[in-house]
């Protein structure tokens, strides 16, 4: 094998910092900027331990290996993209930033339009310490138009209040009814499961998933933990809303409610399963006692979807791949993280 090449490793952004800011956007970095990574990194071009591969096509044979599993990891959208190639082939050039402890040059490659993932070919970067960006060759135009959303969906054993009492999440299928808030029972129209593996999660931390405790957001501690995807929304309600936004009940991101307290990142599964519910319109139902969306295509990332899930989905509306929001409106004000950010600190 090539001389110096210890293998492909994905970092997530989640792991870095920047200048202080923690998992800050690869077009945020500049020559001069301090970057820093923790954590694990993953290796995506085979077994953590030294494999026995030798010369120029073992080494070709571990990068396409690497890309192979980028492009899992990334999902479909990322199929096709160049950025691959930088996994691939690396003298292909393209994006990416090199830092120095002063000893060695490590160069890092965005992998998707969003900077989500980092590769890095050959050694590793010292973890834990600051390292100088020296040189730098990033878009700094927008990103490519992002998915319009995330993951928004319950897990397993989320128990769902329908009209016959209790039941699992999993166990709903077309046709049966739903206890919403506002409209009284209401038939699903779709469902849809997607497994995300640990190898994904730990790449992508961004998709695990949130607990919210019993007692978090006034909760009385007489329900279940609810653990849900980190872009599925919760029903806010209580005075803060009211004098906030004009609203006595507002829908708020999971991600955004983490306090590290009561509402936390799950770190412990090394795999999770997403459940999709969706209505005749957007909806606020009960689960585990807490009032949480329905699925609205327009707030979710349809390349987050298994694809016949997704394919399910969009032949129920005309038109609904070009533009989701033919489904409808949603059924509260949505807030952005900054608002709930200061939801969070006025309710505290």
């Known amino acids: 094998m090539a001389a110096g090449y210890r293998g492909t490793f994905v970092i997530s952004v989640e792991q870095t910092e920047t200048d202080g800011i923690v998992a800050a956007p690869p077009p945020v970095i500049d020559v001069g900027s301090t970057w820093c990574w923790h954590g694990e990194a993953l290796r995506v071009d085979g077994p953590a331990r030294v494999l026995a591969l030798d010369g120029a096509a073992g080494e070709a044979e571990l990068r396409q290996r690497a890309a192979r599993v980028v492009a899992r990891l990334i999902g479909p959208a990322a199929q096709g993209r ?8 690396p003298t292909a050039g393209g994006a990416g930033f090199a830092v120095t402890d002063g000893l060695a040059l490590y ?6 339009p969003a900077g989500r993932l980092l590769a890095v070919i050959g050694a590793l970067p010292p973890r834990g310490v600051d390292l100088a960006v020296v040189a730098v060759r990033l ?3 927008a990103p490519e138009a992002a998915a319009p959303g995330g993951v928004i969906c319950f897990t397993p054993g989320t128990r769902i209040a329908t009209p016959e009492g209790l039941r699992p999440v999993e166990a709903i299928r077309p046709g049966d009814l739903v206890s919403t808030r506002d409209n009284g029972p209401q038939e699903v129209l779709w469902t849809g499961a997607r497994r995300m593996s640990g190898a994904r999660l730990h790449a992508l931390p961004a998709l ?3 607990r919210i405790g019993a007692v978090a957001l006034g909760g009385d501690g007489s329900q279940a933990d609810l653990v849900v995807s980190p872009d599925h929304r919760i029903l806010v309600a209580g005075a803060a809303a009211r004098a906030l936004f004009g609203e006595d009940e507002v829908l708020a991101a999971a991600r955004d409610l983490v306090d590290g307290r009561h509402v936390r990142i799950e770190t412990g599964p090394r795999e999770v399963t997403y459940v999709h519910l969706l209505t005749a319109r957007h909806e606020v139902i009960c689960a585990n006692g807490r009032p949480a969306e329905t699925f609205h295509p327009a707030a979710a990332d349809p390349a987050a979807l298994d694809p016949a899930d997704r394919a399910a989905l969009h032949a129920l509306v005309e038109g609904l791949a070009a533009d989701p929001f033919r ?6 004000r949505s807030l952005s993280a900054p608002e709930a950010a200061i939801l969070r600190h006025r309710a505290a």
């Open 107 to 112: 160069r890092l490659t965005p992998l998707d």
């Open 139 to 141: 878009d700094r135009a």
């Open 208 to 210: 695990r998933p949130v």
């Open 82 to 89: 160049r950025c691959l190639t930088a996994v691939a082939e």
């Open 327 to 332: 489904y409808g409106g949603f059924a509260r």
